[in-house]
């Protein structure tokens, strides 16, 4: 059991101002593996004043040195891969083999990229008889989830130590032995005191200071739409910069033509990896109706190679949601699901295993449009089949949600699914398999978010623009 006692504020590991504590569980077999402080606003005043009291010194450092600190960030997480794959696996519940690759693995890929970038971008331009600098926005309040715990903090903090920024950052209270790690390899990796701090604590109470503190200038949220709604309104109300990424409900489109078998399989796959707890996750596979019932034995047969079980086995594919909570809510939507009239394909509510919190991976056919199991995110390994007539019908389905985050299409090629991604209201869209990019724009349109993540598009959103006229 990992019992931390402190925040990492201004360089070194601190007591917290109170005495409460978060628990830690291993949502495999339900027992406390571990807990940290429950920070105050007290703690996040005293992370605030620390990264303001860094900002300008950092911000002056030449990007050329911010670069080789990140790229030491980067060699000290894949030195410790193992360890942080581990404890992703302990309190996530997030297979080993994916916790190293994708838990593990996108994070140090998405570091070296701000390392590679932060000593190449063009901080300042000459535009006619104008000079434009692109500055550091100041101190950025990065707030992550739990689905992704080293991707996501790594995907706000590399971007906003390479545009010069310091960062208070406020993990989710269900993986936050993950940060504490991330924060021992900040301090490894020799980052100055003040320019990273961390506080862990609950959302309605460390959250909410972070985003509403005067001395924080931008707030970097990823979670659900519900809170970056509540987050935005703080913000607005303080004139101040935010960037949301937020819930989805991807469509996977299916055209006739396309190669149904490998479609499907992919589908399927994207939807159970992590637990089908991505925001980005296709949990809508829109097939012609010709193709339905060919689809649904093909994502029934798919979804049989995906067991759950102990996380830490790696025959495991499928490990649990992250709480009971979780659990729970995903159990309301396959309800909904049956007492809606969609068709139950594999899985349901029967529980796999008496231990953990684990959810059957669940299948529905013939699900219409205005079904909820359409409509909103589910977050668990469920995929909804829904019959479309021709292209405009499928298009009307694809856009017909209040996400817009992410989605695929695959055609017989690639000119057709290009012409039909184009007229998809939504951020990203996989072409035929396309692979992800950790250098290309990540975020949605529509209640999907506000801002980009990732790559170069990434970097800008901690920066503002002055302008000099000569």
């Known amino acids: 059991m990992k019992a931390h006692d402190g925040m990492y504020i201004g360089g070194e590991w601190r007591p917290a101002a109170g005495t409460g504590r978060i628990e830690v569980v291993n949502p495999a077999d339900e027992q406390v593996i571990g807990s940290v402080p429950a920070g105050s606003a007290e703690d996040v005043d005293a992370a605030v004043r620390a990264a303001r009291a860094a900002f300008p010194g950092w911000a002056a450092t030449a990007p050329a040195e911010r670069a080789a600190l990140i790229g030491a960030l980067r060699d000290v997480l894949a030195a410790r891969k193992g360890e942080f794959a581990e404890t992703i696996t302990a309190e996530l519940g997030s297979p080993l083999g994916f916790a190293e690759a994708v838990h593990v693995g996108a994070p140090i890929a998405v570091a070296s990229s701000y390392a590679e970038l932060a000593g190449s971008y ?133 055209l006739p033509g396309a190669d149904l078998a490998k479609a499907v399989a992919a589908g399927v796959g994207h939807v159970m990896n992590n637990t089908g707890q991505s ?51 995903v159990r309301s939507y396959i309800h909904k699901g049956l007492s809606e009239g969609a068709r139950l394909v594999a899985g349901g509510l029967d529980a796999p295993h008496e231990r953990g919190y684990f959810i059957a991976p669940t299948v529905f056919a013939d699900v219409t449009p205005e079904m909820t199991i359409a409509q909103e995110e589910i977050f668990g390994p469920v995929l909804a089949i829904l019959p479309y007539e021709d292209h405009d019908d499928a298009l009307r389905i694809a856009n017909g949600t209040v996400y817009g985050l992410g989605g695929a299409v695959w055609a017989a090629d690639e000119e057709t699914a290009v012409a039909f991604a184009r007229r998809m209201d939504t951020g990203q869209v996989d072409i035929n398999g396309g692979r992800f990019n950790v250098l290309a724009p990540f975020g949605g349109y529509k209640q999907s978010g506000v801002g980009r993540e990732l790559g170069a598009h990434g970097l800008g959103e901690y920066l503002q623009t002055k302008s000099l006229q000569f």
């Not at 300042?124 to 692109?134: A, H, K, L, Y």
């Not at 029934?300 to 909570?325: E, F, H, I, K, Q």
């Open 279 to 329: 925001c980005n996750a296709l949990t809508r596979m829109l097939v012609h109706r010709d193709q339905h019932e060919e689809a649904v034995a093909l994502a029934a047969a798919a979804v049989a190679g995906y067991p759950s079980g102990d996380p830490r086995d790696r025959a495991t594919r499928l490990g649990p949601v992250v709480n009971a909570t979780q659990r729970d809510r």
């Open 122 to 254: 063009a901080f300042e331009e000459r535009i006619g008889n104008s000079t434009v600098f692109m500055e550091p926005v100041g101190v950025v309040g990065a707030i992550t989830p739990w689905n992704y715990p080293l991707h996501q903090v790594v995907a706000k903090v590399a971007p906003a130590l390479a545009a010069g920024c310091t960062v208070v950052l406020k993990p989710a209270e269900d993986t936050p032995l993950t940060a504490q790690l991330f924060a021992e390899a900040v301090h490894e990796a020799g980052v100055p005191a003040g320019v990273f701090n961390l506080v862990t604590g609950t959302g309605p109470v460390a959250g909410q200071a972070l985003a509403e503190h005067d001395g924080v200038d931008l707030v970097s949220f990823t979670g659900s739409t519900a809170v970056g709604k509540k987050i935005g309104a703080i913000a607005g109300a303080a004139v101040k910069r935010v960037a949301l990424e937020l819930g989805g409900k991807s469509a996977n489109v299916i």
